[in-house]
């Protein structure tokens, strides 16, 4: 069953179609290989463990480029909209629209999940996306109680 994809028909697809069948590509694979996500910010720890056990020569992530982390910010970004009331925000004539899809938070707050995902895989644990998905949660619950 689909954690995020809604149809579509007889269109070509697009940036906010190809979102949500990453994201889900992206939690049947992780699952296949004991990965298992469930479509909240908590599952973000699941994200960093699979960076840290797979970024390493051989590794599922050795040398792989686009497709694993635009299915990882896809996947935060799902779970950013899901969780926090977040919008898409995407540009199909952009050359680079896989990497600077963004989500926009009921507050304003602007969040690029591709590029966050292409830092984690970058710089290691010190750009953990549990620890990042945190923040932006807890601010959010924070603000809601002012």
Same mark, same amino acid.
């Given at each position: 069953m $689909? /954690?995020?994809?809604?149809?579509?028909m007889?269109?070509?697809?697009?940036? =906010?179609?190809?979102?949500?069948? =990453?994201a889900?590509?992206?939690a %049947?694979? #992780? =699952?296949?290989?004991?990965?298992?996500l469930d479509?909240t910010?908590? $599952?973000?720890? !699941? /994200?960093? +463990?699979f960076? %840290?056990d797979?970024?390493r020569?051989?590794?599922?992530l050795d040398?792989? *480029?686009?497709?694993p982390r635009? =299915?990882?910010? $896809?996947?935060?970004?799902? !779970?950013?909209?899901k969780c926090l009331?977040g919008?898409w %925000?995407?540009?199909?004539?952009?050359? #680079?629209g *896989?990497?600077?899809i963004l989500v +926009?938070?009921?507050d304003g707050? !602007?969040?690029w999940? !591709?590029q +966050?995902a292409?830092?984690?895989y970058e710089?290691?644990? %010190? *750009?953990s /996306?549990?620890g990042y998905?945190m923040?932006?949660a807890?601010?959010r *619950?924070?603000? $809601?109680?002012?």
């Open positions: $689909s /954690l995020f994809q809604k149809k579509t007889g269109k070509p697809p697009t940036l =906010a179609d190809d979102i949500p069948k =990453a889900d590509w992206l %049947e694979n #992780m =699952a296949r290989f004991g990965y298992p479509g910010v908590e $599952s973000f720890r !699941v /994200l960093d +463990r960076f %840290e797979q970024c020569p051989g590794g599922l040398g792989k *480029e686009g497709r635009f =299915a990882i910010g $896809s996947y935060m970004g799902q !779970v950013f909209c009331g919008k %925000e995407t540009d199909d004539t952009d050359p #680079m *896989e990497i600077n +926009r938070l009921p707050v !602007v969040i999940p !591709v +966050r292409m830092k984690r710089k290691g644990r %010190e *750009e /996306l549990y998905g923040v932006i807890h601010q *619950e924070v603000g $809601s109680d002012q």
